[in-house]
């Protein structure tokens, strides 16, 4: 019975998502469309035609940030939790955001990173959990700085720290972090921290906020420590 309950609730999970997503696609498909027909129906001059393409690309990549937002619940997931090795994750992590740091100003700092540390995760959501709280922080840095990431264990804890030099959030802000379309942003979705908080807390794992004036937001995030022999 347990087990059917816990099946209905991830199918009405991931209609409802499937639901949201194509209503908010609808939208820059639109507006794609639309600027498209206008092209094809008149001669504009080259000036107007290239307003056009500017605006299609913007429109062209809320769609992208929607699908990558969505990522997790987009693809079928079995919730396979592994003992996964943080630094291997935050590796892959620079990997995948260093262009997009770099062309945004950003110098991503590794302050320390615990070679031993590990933790039971479904690699894939923990890597997008990871990947929203990096790119908001970037995005938080619209005129370029520094992102530091510190990773240690302590008392059988592993503690991944994200931190920014960005605009901070307000307190109401900081509370609101991972209700679905909270977004302060023209373009934003609101739901990559809608993701990372709930794939955290499917993890057991906990997320402390830190938003102070001057000094950039602080994500910390807590895991019980697994061990490294089944580490994949
Ligand atoms: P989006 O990035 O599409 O706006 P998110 O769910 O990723 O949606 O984030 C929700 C909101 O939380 C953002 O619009 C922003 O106001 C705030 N936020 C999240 N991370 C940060 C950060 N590092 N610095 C400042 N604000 C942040
Ligand atoms: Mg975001």
Redesign the pocket.
């Known amino acids: 019975l347990l087990n059917s309950l816990l099946k209905h609730e991830k199918m009405d999970t991931v209609s409802h998502f499937a639901a949201a997503v194509s209503h908010e696609l609808r939208n820059p498909i639109q507006g794609i469309k639309g600027f498209i027909q206008l092209m094809q129906r008149y001669e504009y001059s080259r000036e107007k035609q290239l307003e056009f393409h500017e605006t299609i690309l913007k429109e062209i990549q809320a769609a992208e940030?929607l699908i990558d937002?969505y990522l997790v619940y987009a693809k079928p997931s079995y919730g396979q939790m592994v003992c996964i090795s943080v630094k291997r994750e935050v590796e892959h992590i620079l990997k995948v955001l260093g262009p997009y740091a770099l062309s945004n100003n950003i110098n991503i700092v590794v302050k320390s990173l615990d070679k031993e540390a590990c933790i039971m995760a479904d690699r894939q959501k923990f890597h997008q959990a990871l990947v929203?709280?990096v790119?908001?922080?970037i995005?938080?840095m619209p005129t370029g700085g520094k992102f530091y990431i510190n990773v240690a264990t302590h008392n059988a804890e592993v503690s991944i720290e994200l931190a920014?030099e960005?605009?901070?959030?307000t307190k109401e802000?900081v509370q609101?972090?991972?209700e679905p379309y909270?977004?302060?942003?023209t373009?934003?979705?609101?739901?990559?921290?809608?993701?990372?908080y709930s794939v955290i807390r499917q993890m057991d794992g906990h997320i402390k906020v830190s938003?102070a004036k001057g000094k950039?937001?602080v994500?910390t995030l807590l895991f019980p420590a697994a061990t490294r022999t089944t580490t994949r």
Do not use: H, P, Y
């Open positions: 940030s937002d929203n709280i790119r908001n922080g995005e938080a920014d960005g605009c901070r959030m802000e609101r972090l991972g909270f977004s302060t942003k373009k934003g979705t609101g739901l990559g921290m809608m993701v990372t938003s950039g937001t994500f």
